[in-house]
Structures are given as structure tokens and as C-alpha cells.
């Protein structure tokens, strides 16, 4: 199971709000030893929210979104919803392809020395598809556009 960061209760419980149609924002730090890696568990993410994350670091550093199942397979190959390296700073934003809990990871496994990491999330809930109306019927002599 992957080791993961402090606090995650308290992002859980903000998660968990933005999936009641509430909008849910949380900060957190972190230190990652040298050729080590953390992960940040988000809980109960529901299918179609937007996921905003910014990450901030003291070096380059390896940023992977996961859902829970592929992290199990981490670090021998995952298939991640996201992924890129970080090399100061690190701005992304997803829509969760499908309800699950998922592990922002913070990769410094090619790391010579610990990096200092900030992470700022923002969970926004799923859209609601509007509902098209119909025009109305265009009455004798008039012309629908």
C-alpha cells in the first residue's frame, strides 16, 4: 500500500464535501527524502469532477494522478492519469474519468537530495449537463430561426 502524506483525513473531508456538490480547497506540505516517494490520497473523488492542483518544489520532482487500483503497481508501471516533472512549479487540471479514490505522487526515487513540496488542491464538483429546450413552434406566417 502506498506510504502516504499526513493530513490526508483532512483532505479526505474536504473531498468528500466538493463530491456534495461543494467546491473544496486544501494546502498541504511535504518533505521527500532523496530517492524516496509520498503519496497524498484523495478519497472518494466522484466521476466527472475537476481537479485542480498546483505543486510547488525546492527541485525537480515527479508528479503522477493515480487512481487506487494502479497505484498498487507503482513504481513498476501504472497507468496514470497524470503525469509530468516538476521542475520549480507544476499547475494541472483534470476532470475524473470515473468515481474512485486516487493518489497525487510525488516521485524523487532519480533524486540526489530531499525536496520541500507544496500542494494546493482545488475539487470543484461535476457538471450537471444542461437541459436543451426545444424551441418553440413557429405560428402561422413567422419564421423559426
Do not use: H
Not at 80 to 102: C, G, M, W
Amino acid at each position: 500500500m502506498p506510504r502516504a502524506l499526513p493530513l490526508r483525513a483532512f483532505v479526505f473531508l474536504l473531498l468528500a464535501l466538493a463530491g456534495a456538490a461543494f467546491a473544496a480547497e486544501a494546502e498541504l506540505t511535504a518533505e521527500v527524502p532523496a530517492e524516496k516517494w509520498r503519496a497524498l490520497r484523495l478519497k472518494g473523488l466522484p466521476q466527472g469532477a475537476s481537479l485542480a492542483v498546483r505543486v510547488e518544489t525546492t527541485g525537480r520532482i515527479r508528479v503522477i494522478l493515480a487512481r487506487e487500483g494502479e497505484v498498487e503497481r507503482f513504481p513498476q508501471g501504472l497507468k496514470a492519469t497524470f503525469a509530468a516533472s516538476a521542475e520549480r512549479r507544476l499547475n494541472f487540471k483534470v476532470r475524473i474519468p470515473a468515481a474512485a479514490t486516487y493518489y497525487i505522487i510525488l516521485d524523487n526515487r532519480k533524486g540526489d537530495e530531499a525536496r520541500d513540496v507544496r500542494i494546493y488542491v482545488e475539487a470543484l464538483p461535476a457538471r450537471k449537463p444542461q437541459q436543451r429546450t426545444a424551441p418553440a413552434p413557429a405560428r402561422p406566417g413567422e419564421t423559426a430561426i
